[in-house]
């Protein structure tokens, strides 16, 4: 899975609980638009988001993998941490709980070794964008295909 690297870099730093959370969800949809569009004009559409509440704390959406020619989809969510953007985003998904030692309770994917210190180094210019392309996305390629080859996921 190729993702193309994010255009843009949040430039406000503000979580939910701040009075400029509207103006940084400006940003956070501007990037993820410009972020899906590109994907999609290079043919390498994998995921599609959308906020799960009005507030714009919770999301969801669906990601898709494919391995020798069959695609395999899954539902995922997060939930914007208070502490965001210093915090990096933690995202489940649940259909896979318990599949790899990769994973939290819950259904979370491990971000601890890679993308947390790369977060931490780039908040608050990091957003949900970079969540999907440099922690889901490197997630999903690695651990995916070994999850298939294993037998732990079957396509229906």
């Known amino acids: 899975m190729q993702t193309q690297s994010p255009q843009t870099n949040i430039t406000i730093s503000a979580g939910p609980r ?14 993820l638009i410009n972020y899906i ?9 994998w995921v599609k988001l959308e906020p799960a ?8 959406g669906k990601c898709w993998v494919v391995h020798n020619l069959i695609r395999y989809e899954f539902d ?12 990096p985003i933690e995202i489940e998904i649940p259909s896979l709980d318990g ?8 259904g979370k994917i491990c971000i601890d070794i890679h993308f947390a210190p790369l977060w931490q180094k780039n908040a608050p210019k990091f957003g ?3 969540a999907l392309q440099l922690a889901l996305a490197p ?18």
């Open 53 to 60: 509440n009005k507030e714009c704390t919770n999301w969801k």
């Open 139 to 156: 997630w999903l390629a690695a651990e995916i295909p070994v999850l298939i080859e294993e037998g732990k996921i079957k396509k229906d």
């Open 99 to 106: 599949l790899t030692p990769k994973m939290y309770r819950g």
């Open 18 to 31: 701040d009075s400029q959370w509207i103006d940084r969800l400006k940003e956070e949809y501007a990037a």
């Open 128 to 130: 949900i964008v970079h």
């Open 37 to 45: 569009k590109t994907n999609k004009s290079e043919d390498n559409d």
């Open 76 to 87: 995922f969510q997060f939930e914007i941490p208070p502490t965001y953007p210093l915090a």
